[in-house]
């Protein structure tokens, strides 16, 4: 069973569209993440969210939006989608909200803008 | 504000050897953890070590802490080729986030 699970695992799309980004995690975590890893491979956190408040929103542009229905989902919805968008989305949970959390991560879902 | 340098950003090795990373940070912690990037997939949590240890082990993997040099490292022992991946060091900034670097990426050579 897959612990953190994000959907699609690839997506390609022209600039300007909208698009989304699922993450379900079956592990009953309180606390889920999206992490951005560029061509480069620096990995910086986007957002968190514990129990579907939201407590980290990094300086990421408004065009990025995170949702969270439940604390076993946060989707990432993404508007109006530049050239620089393009990356490998990360989700991630762990158990606790502190920095001592262990981090599980999804598989990751890479997207080009084209 | 924080963040996690990793040193060198390649290295590559025969199997057999023992393999060293090093992980440098900015500002005072209480944690840092060390995570495993296999190409194309997540990140893999490998082991924690707190401010008041100086060194963990765990399997072939032993991590140490200088809190005075502000400095981490990971030693893989007897490398095998499954251990060819990106390793990151995450060490914390405030109470709830961790910040990671580049990764070093390492290639196991049969």
């Known amino acids: 069973d897959t612990a953190v699970s994000q959907t699609p695992k690839y997506l390609v799309t022209q600039m300007g569209n909208d698009k989304s980004i699922k993450c379900e995690q079956n592990l009953g975590h309180d606390t889920m993440y999206w992490y951005k890893q560029d061509s480069k491979k620096f990995l910086k956190i986007m957002f968190s969210?514990?129990?579907?408040?939201?407590?980290i929103n990094e300086t990421v542009p408004n065009r990025f939006s995170p949702k969270s229905p439940d604390k076993a989902h946060l989707n990432l919805h993404i508007n109006s989608l530049e050239l620089g968008d393009s990356a490998v989305y990360f989700c991630?949970?762990?158990?606790?909200?502190?920095?001592?959390?262990?981090?599980?991560f999804g598989e990751g879902s890479r997207l080009t803008v084209l | 504000s924080q963040q996690g340098e990793e040193d060198p950003q390649a290295l590559s090795i025969q199997e057999g050897e023992n393999a060293t990373m090093n992980c440098s940070y900015k500002?005072?912690?209480?944690?840092l953890q060390w995570y495993r990037q296999n190409s194309g997939r997540g990140l893999v949590h490998l082991i924690l070590?707190?401010?008041?240890?100086r060194e963990k082990h765990s399997g072939r993997l032993r991590v140490t802490l200088d809190t005075s040099k502000k400095s981490s490292s990971l030693l893989i022992t007897a490398s095998r080729a499954a251990d060819t991946a990106s390793y990151f060091c995450?060490?914390?900034?405030?109470?709830?986030?961790?910040?990671f670097g580049q990764g070093t990426r390492l290639t196991i050579n049969p």
């Open positions: 991630a949970s762990s158990q606790a909200r502190t920095n001592t959390g262990e981090l599980f």
């Open positions: 500002t005072s912690i209480n944690n």
């Open positions: 995450a060490p914390p900034q405030g109470a709830q986030k961790l910040v």
């Open positions: 070590i707190r401010s008041n240890e």
């Open positions: 969210y514990n129990n579907k408040e939201l407590i």
